[in-house]
């Protein structure tokens, strides 16, 4: 589906059927310097079973025009206005890394509009380290190296892909090599700043899930905790060895903690 | 402390893909001989056939056993996924069928497996799929053959019969100036020489025949996709980036982006040409894999012992090995091919096609049969076997001469090696 949003082309996945405003729709918004494909068997399930899906390429991100957007709550405020855009009052807003906080930031400050949240591989704040920060600012291969190496569980590294033959550090990497010089930083530099989590996390009215790999090494604990902590009615899933990649190292586990939430 | 990295070749040579088996905890490979899988439910089911949950159907589509292979060889040549098949060549075919159809053209080496120059010069033409072959020094020929229908181009890691190096970086370029992917046949080279994908590849393929299961036991081919091309901005490949009928309007670079050609080979061309593998040969093939750096290595050291010994023999007219001296490709081999060439190559036997077939009847730690990349050593002389009905004349624009001779050099003692040949040579020249 193609929309414009303050002038600018976007595209979002919505699996051959355009939203309809008498379904229930569920949102999709990926993480750093990745894109709307990360959802695909999300989606195609959600459409199946007779909800709108939109997997939305944030801007600067895969076929939506840049630039990247520069803050988190601008994120959140681009996603109120993708759903104006389609024609769709409210929605289930999933989002993982830096997409679950955009979708943290709009269901406190659009609170009409979620109607609950699902926050994958997510922390409150979600400090960058330099030693990827550095990199990914001077557009340096070993940032989406760096990315690649810490994104996945260690398990991840072997493999054992329940998606056939893929090899899932190497779509990773491919992934995140299309992303455009600069995008990378801008999505990690929002992240880094973002403040705000723990403040907009107690305003947040709806449900929310919370999605978490035991063995994610991009999200502190503590982070997740105080998150956790701060939303009035949450929920939690933690898969066992799993990294911060969990849409591609788990994707049937996420899928059906997704379909009961949802519901 | 040293950064983190990725894990190593050998490493993943032995561990990607196969995990302790999730259902029974067994270390080596499972060999699933099953023919389909159990749905758990129905709407599981729907949802397999749908492309939302991720495992396995039947065993055409997609095998536990033959997705570790697939992962580990992906993992290995540096892609994101691959598919295991029926043999060399039905990788080949998957490859041109899934983005190239009738009215479509390639651009292809001319120094290339027999049977690969088959399928293209005479039975793609059946299908109105042509192919160009160009000389495979000639990065300017390539370029000059390519047409607005061209879908591909295609070479050797190293070529057949006369070892010519395939300079892949600058036919990558050539390819991608002209928005077209460039497709590599990585059997003589293997993942453990040669990684085509970092020169710039996009796509690769094996006959797992050969060096990946490395003795000779099965017949199997591996395609890998790198990943990296972008099919939607070369707006010539309409098969990924428009909707497949044959899946219900499913866009692939849409809904898989980098991940697009892969999909699409394995939703459509294992579904419907149905050339799989079997999973006992996925086993196979994962074995051999285990040892693939080792068993290289020495391949390649017995491979340098033969060429210098051959180098020195009076028997010996040329021998064409890029790593030999006078070979036209040696110091591209140098930089593309560091640890090695491999261990297939030619030579010249002095004195025609008689005293070739001596030569080949005297060897006896070679075996005289049609294949490459066995651990034993194999040896194979064309004017007096595959190529016996052709004269001189049709055999030199073949690029064989009446005296040539092909090895394959095993992993055996080299000093048992270069006896045998001294022996049968000797014979060759009485
Ligand atoms: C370089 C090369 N490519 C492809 C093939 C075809 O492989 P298969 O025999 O597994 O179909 C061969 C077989 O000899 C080969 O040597």
Redesign the interface.
Known sequence: MELRIDDRRVFA?T??REPDPGRPTVLFVHGAAM???VW??????FV?HEHNAIAVDLPGH??SEGPPLESIPAMADWVAALLDAAGIDSAFLVGHSMGSLAVLDAAARHPERARGIVLVGTSAPMPVTDALLDPARANERLAL??LT??GHSA?A???????????M???G???V??AAPGVLFADLDACNRYADGIERARAVRCPALLVLGERDSMTPARAVRDLEAALPVSRRLVIRHGGHQLMSER??QV?DALAEFVG | MPGPRYLGFDTLSLHAGQPPDPATGARAAPIYQSASFVFPDADHAAGLFNLERSGHVYSRLSNPTNAMLEERVAALEGGLGALAVASGQAALHLAVATIAGAGDHLVASRSLYGGSHNLLEYTLPRFGIETTFVDPRDARAFRAAIRPTTRLLFGETVGNPGCEVLDIPAIAEVAHEAGLPLLVDNTFATPWLCRPIELGADLVYHSATKFLSGHGVVIGGVLVDGGRFDWDASGRFPTLSEPHDGFHGLTYTEEFGPAAFITRARREGLRDFGACMAPTTAFYVLQGLETLSIRMDRHVANTREVVAFLEGHDAVEWVSYPEAKGHPDRELASRLLPKGAGAVFSFGVRGGRAAGQRFIERLEVFSHLANVGDAKSLVIHPASTTHHRMDAEALAAAGISEGLIRLSVGIEDPADLTADLGRALRASQR
């Open positions: 996945a699996y051959g894109d709307r494909t695909t068997l999300f989606g195609r399930y199946r895969g076929r190296d760096l190496l810490w398990r590294h072997v493999g054992g892909f329940s998606v056939p033959g893929m090899w550090t190497g779509g990497l491919r992934l090599e299309r994707p049937n899928l």
